[in-house]
Nanobody
Framework: QVQLVESGGGLVQAGGSLSLSCVLSGRSFSAYAMGWFRQAPGKEREFVATITRNGDSTYYVDSAKGRFTISRNNAKSTVYLQMNSLKPEDTAVYYC???????????????????WGQGTQVTVSS
């Protein structure tokens, strides 16, 4: 059974940075496209970023482009989300997700992902 465990959330002032990590256990990490999603209170879960199984391609929601960077280390079974220039509207619970893929592909749809972490809170104060 695949398990995903996120870490790195917290409270930061606007303009600050946070780095999230997510470790996958139970299966071969390199077989999975990985994604980050977020959910603010009263809102639907939103796609943030994704990275292919081999790390060659990434894709971001427009609001994250130029500020967030998704990366992965297959040897450590870990995906990262580096968040810079944070804004109060980035406040949400951030979730990592894994999608088993037979070839490198970009996956942005919430329903396409197979496994989810428990989430980590990110709060950006103004």
């Amino acid at each position: 059974q695949v398990q995903l465990v996120e870490s790195g959330g917290g409270l930061v002032q606007a303009g600050g940075s946070l780095s999230l990590s997510c470790v996958l256990s139970g299966r071969s990490f390199s077989a999975y496209a990985m994604g980050w999603f977020r959910q603010a209170p009263g809102k639907e879960r939103e796609f943030v970023a994704t990275i292919t199984r081999n790390g060659d391609s990434t894709y971001y929601v427009d609001s994250a482009k130029g500020r967030f960077t998704i990366s992965r280390n297959n040897a450590k079974s870990t995906v990262y989300l580096q968040m810079n220039s944070l804004k109060p509207e980035d406040t949400a619970v951030y979730y990592c997700a894994a999608k088993l893929t037979v070839a490198p592909r970009i996956v942005t749809t919430y329903s396409a992902y197979d496994y989810w972490g428990q989430g980590t809170q990110v709060t950006v104060s103004s």
